[in-house]
């Protein structure tokens, strides 16, 4: 069985690093595209990029691209979401996702509440 | 990279037939057979529910299809039930190697 099991929910204040991680297991993980979803409250779906496990090779929505890190360890079958910095304005929930047929297994999602 | 256009609510009775449209343009929705749909029930992920425009993934109820014409996606779901009542979200593969999202679509059974 397929699963993407997120890290917990994070309080973090505006400024400081993050690293939220997905844990793929029941399947091949370097072969498939593994991604992230960001929605702030209340709001629609957004794609923030993709990473490939087996090359590390990423691509970004432009609107993400220099704001956040995507990465994977094959070895540990886990992808990461990184902030270096911050902001009130990243307060959302997360999703990883899955590239299989689409999108087709989501994780159960990791809150990330940025407040000082 | 804007997001495709969804209307923002749709409503109709038990048993009956929505169809919810996704407009995007050449250079995603109608340029690739990439579309996808998602269902997505308050406090909950997302499930996919049509991929590659009209295929459904396993255990998908039959009740859902998709199609697309030109630069517009559609899903119908025939025989609305209780349990239809979610948010949908269509989304699409881009000509810039990337993926963006509908706008959402709010389905309210009366």
């Known amino acids: 069985e397929v699963q993407l099991v997120q890290s917990g929910a994070e309080v973090k204040k505006p400024g400081e690093s993050l690293k939220i991680s997905c844990k793929a297991s029941?399947?091949?993980?370097?072969?498939?595209?593994i991604g992230w979803v960001r929605q702030m409250p209340g709001k629609g779906l957004e794609w923030m990029g993709n990473?490939?496990?087996?090359?590390?090779?990423?691509r970004y929505s432009p609107s993400f691209q220099g704001q956040v890190t995507i990465s994977a360890d094959k070895s540990i079958t886990t992808a990461y979401l990184h902030w270096s910095s911050l902001k009130a304005s990243d307060t959302a929930m997360y999703y990883c996702?899955?590239?299989?047929?689409?999108?087709?297994?989501w994780g159960q999602g990791t809150l990330v509440t940025v407040s000082s | 990279q804007s997001a495709l256009t969804q209307p923002a609510s749709v409503s109709g009775s038990p048993g009956q037939s929505i169809t919810i449209s996704c407009t995007g343009s050449?250079?995603?929705?109608?340029?690739?057979?990439?579309v996808a749909w998602f269902r997505q029930h308050p406090g909950k992920a997302p499930k996919l529910m049509i991929y590659?425009?009209?295929n459904r993934p396993s255990g998908v109820s039959s009740r859902f299809s998709g199609s697309k014409s030109g630069n517009t996606a559609s899903l119908t779901i025939s025989g609305l039930q209780a349990e239809d009542e979610a948010d949908y979200y269509c989304?699409?593969?881009?000509?810039?190697?990337?993926?963006?999202f509908g706008t959402g679509t709010m389905v309210t059974v009366l």
């Open positions: 996702v899955r590239r299989g047929y689409d999108f087709d297994y």
């Open positions: 029941g399947y091949t993980f370097g072969i498939y595209w």
């Open positions: 990473v490939y496990p087996a090359d590390s090779g990423t």
């Open positions: 050449s250079s995603d929705v109608g340029g690739y057979n990439y």
């Open positions: 590659d425009v009209s």
């Open positions: 989304s699409s593969y881009t000509s810039s190697t990337t993926y963006v």
